[in-house]
């Protein structure tokens, strides 16, 4: 079975950072999209980043640019998502996502195959 877990949320002050990680098991990790998604309360579910694990191409929705950094492991079967910068806006539920479509597309959840039970993330 196909297991993503996600990790390092958490409550962070306005202009703080918290780093979470995403590891995948069962699951053909290489030359695969894998991203970040979120959703605040009463709102849909956004893509927030997304990268390409055979080339490390990345992707970023306008709001966090400059501000978050998608990463990964191979060797680890593991994405990373550095957030910097925090705002109250920040605060949803993430969700680590694989199997997705890189490109122009990398933002609809609908083409995710793989979803982790999400991480809480709290700014104020």
């Known amino acids: 079975d196909v297991q993503l877990v996600e990790s390092g949320g958490g409550s962070a002050q306005i202009g703080g950072s918290l780093r979470l990680s995403c590891v995948a098991s069962?699951?053909?990790?290489?030359?695969?999209?894998m991203g970040w998604f979120r959703q605040a309360p009463g709102k849909e579910r956004a893509g927030v980043a997304a990268i390409y694990t055979g080339g490390g191409r990345t992707y970023y929705a306008d709001s966090v640019k400059g501000r978050f950094t998608i990463s990964r492991d191979n060797a680890k079967n593991m994405v990373y998502l550095q957030m910097n910068s925090l705002k109250p806006e920040d605060t949803a539920m993430y969700y680590c996502?694989?199997?997705?479509?890189?490109?122009?597309?990398?933002?609809?959840?609908?083409?995710?195959?793989?979803w982790g039970q999400g991480t809480q993330v709290t700014v104020s």
């Open positions: 996502a694989a199997g997705g479509v890189c490109g122009g597309i990398w933002f609809r959840d609908y083409e995710y195959s793989y």
């Open positions: 069962g699951y053909t990790y290489s030359s695969n999209c």
